[in-house]
């Protein structure tokens, strides 16, 4: 449930890396699972909703900006969950 939270967190944080890096770092340091912010900063990366809207759909036809989306949906639990494989000893 908190890797799904955060990758819907990412995903609706507007700004750019300087907005979304310290968001993450600041929930690392007060305490969040790093699979977790994994999550974000990927989910961020990837399909931040306010770049799909101003960027992608303008200049790509829609179709391809939501098959774009669509495919990457499921990375950000795949980060986390390899997060949460590597991290064990």
Do not use: D
Not at 5 to 27: H, N
Not at 66 to 85: C, D, E, K, M
């Amino acid at each position: 449930l908190g890797v799904a939270i955060a990758t819907i967190g990412g995903a609706l944080t507007p700004g750019g890396p300087v907005v979304g890096f310290s968001i993450g770092a600041a929930a690392l340091k007060s305490g969040a699972g790093a699979p977790q912010v994994i999550a974000y900063s990927t989910a961020w990366a990837l399909y931040a909703i306010h770049r799909l809207v101003i960027w992608e759909v303008p200049m790509m036809p829609a179709r391809v900006v939501w098959l774009r989306a669509l495919v990457s949906l499921p990375l950000p639990f795949l980060a986390a969950a390899l997060a949460i494989l590597l991290g064990r000893p």
